[in-house]
């Protein structure tokens, strides 16, 4: 066996820690040994449809007391699993069989395991000459014991954001999940017996899938777990979470985290709910924006929330989930460097006076993970140095599944560019300032959509998190750029005008460069991935 499903399954029948569901309407709790004899099942359900060693298995699922058991029973039989994108209220379901027929061909899929709130999408994949066996009838199967696996096999294709149409999947190995849960558990200063894990992140995602219910049930800890929708239709739902099961961890996104804040503040009394018990709440998948870390510490700390709680971190689904994480206990830390240096230069240099940038740090590099920065000629540089972030390890995959075949992901000596720009600090601490592909050259000068996005966001009628900075004239001489923003007052003239004219003020205020259009659109019209992140290149044609 596999570390990683030896130990799973050793975890499974000595565990008394288990796995909570079904809040708030009928919640559940299983034991580990209850979701491993589930997956008994339901690998004996996939075993009768052929599925075996080196196959893949693509699923389709909203309930993690569903998605738990099929995850372990197709490492069970020694397949590799993929979470399908999942589809929602608005979605083209037609367009999205499409897509998710070209992943279900890239990864050679052997089956489609599928389940709620998805069972009518099922015609539509068969239809297409998909595979696709139900949940509910896998586990009415007759039990059977895990096949053998080993260290090298792979445990998840997991598509990167967006991986729609040309897709791209990344190989992740039993050995790379064991190595980045190692790691993280010392980062976290973890504690099977008295931490009590929250969250409702996606598990088509690496940080909902990998970090957030895939490591628990390899370590057997105590988890709580519900949907994006469950928190979506109800953000309050999270801090009633934290509260009722004395929840000591949870993880979210920048933008998930000031959602909370706004409804705290405008809807939530103190006494409402305690969140004193949140040791470590982590803040990564996106840009850590240090303004709306300083307000979710202000507007929790009526209900107990402990501004040391709060992690920035770094990671990726190359490097498993995490690169880095801050200190445990030690909250934000916040690099204030000046501005113009660090637009021109390319250096990061701290300043208090002047315009400055004020840059979360997101942690030394976790054990068995190397971090280094390199310019565009890959000489690595020193501290505060501006460039490429590189890492190594051995959480890194080895590459991509793609339609044209195997990708690989590493150079020759094993780095694996990141395509963000960042920098070291004296200690060590990763920074990051922005995607490079995103970023905005205008006279020799760097400019971060992220700081354009900021400022723009504070404009009233903006929707939190609907700002987005759209480059144009890529690789010319001068770049330029536009911005888009998302307000209920779409349709209102005036106010259209008065959005558009602080926009643009607040823009030149943050990086002393005025943006050529500011469109205002109606709410949902900003393109994100399914995880919610700005798709910038997508918003494009939605500027002007």
């Known amino acids: 066996m596999s570390r990683f499903t030896e130990t799973m399954y050793a975890n499974a029948h000595s565990s008394s820690r288990g796995f909570n569901t079904g809040e708030p309407e009928a919640p559940v709790r299983h034991s580990w040994r209850e979701v491993h004899e589930r997956a008994r099942r339901i690998a004996g359900g996939l075993a009768s449809a052929g599925v075996g060693p080196g196959d893949a298995v693509a699923v389709l699922a909203g309930a993690p007391v569903d998605i738990a058991p099929t995850a372990q029973a197709i ?247 995490a690169v880095s994480f801050s200190e445990c206990g030690g909250g934000m830390v916040v690099d204030e460097v000046d501005a113009d240096m660090l637009a021109a230069l390319h250096l990061a240099v701290p300043a208090t006076r002047g315009r400055t940038r004020r840059l979360v740090t997101l942690g030394k590099p976790l054990p068995g993970l190397d971090v280094r920065i390199v310019d565009e000629d890959g000489v690595v540089l020193g501290p505060r140095g501006v460039g490429i972030i590189e890492v190594r390890g051995a959480p890194v995959t080895a590459g991509y599944t793609t339609a044209a075949g195997f990708l690989a992901a590493q150079n020759a000596l094993g780095w694996y560019d990141t395509g963000d720009l960042g920098y070291l600090t004296e200690t060590g601490a990763v920074v990051v300032c922005g995607r490079i592909k995103d970023v905005i050259i205008m006279g020799g000068r760097n400019i971060y959509p992220s700081d354009i996005e900021r400022a723009a966001a504070r404009v009233d009628g903006v929707r939190p998190g609907c700002a987005v900075a759209v480059r144009l004239d890529a690789g010319l001489s001068r770049e330029a750029f536009a911005v888009a923003v998302e307000s209920k007052c779409h349709n209102d003239h005036d106010e259209v005008c008065r959005i558009q004219h602080q926009v643009a003020h607040e823009v030149v205020a943050e990086v002393d460069v005025r943006p050529r259009h500011v469109t205002v659109l109606e709410p949902g019209a900003i393109p994100k991935t399914p995880s919610g992140k700005l798709r910038r290149s997508h918003a494009l044609s939605l500027v002007g």
């Open 75 to 321: 490492w069970m039989r020694g397949a590799s699993l993929t979470m399908l994108h999942q589809p929602t209220p608005r979605t083209d379901l037609t367009r999205w069989a499409e897509e998710s027929l070209a992943v279900v061909k890239m990864i050679d899929a052997k089956v489609i395991a599928i389940a709620d709130p998805f069972l009518p999408a099922a015609p539509i994949l068969e239809q297409m000459d998909m595979r696709v066996s139900f949940i509910a009838d896998l586990l009415r199967s007759p039990p059977t014991d895990p096949l053998p696996t080993d260290d090298d096999d792979l445990a998840l294709l997991q598509l990167t954001s967006g991986s729609t149409g040309s897709p791209k999947a990344v190989q992740i190995t039993h050995a790379n999940v064991v190595a980045n849960a190692e790691a993280m558990i010392v980062g976290c200063s973890f504690d099977v017996d008295t931490d009590v894990i929250v969250s409702w992140l996606p598990c088509f995602h690496d940080m909902g899938m990998t970090g957030y219910l895939t490591v628990p049930m390899y370590f057997g800890a105590e988890l709580v777990k519900i949907t994006p929708m469950d928190f979506l239709r109800d953000t309050l739902l999270w801090a009633k979470l934290i509260d009722k099961y004395k929840g000591t961890m949870t993880a979210a996104p920048n933008f998930a985290y000031n959602m909370f804040a706004n409804r705290l503040r405008r809807q939530a009394n103190p006494g409402d709910f305690d969140l004193s018990s949140l040791r470590w709440a982590l803040s990564g998948s996106e840009q850590v924006d240090p303004v709306d870390v300083e307000a979710l510490c202000a507007a929790g700390a009526p209900f107990g929330l402990r501004p040391e709680a709060i992690i920035p971190a770094y990671g990726m689904a190359e490097t498993t989930v």
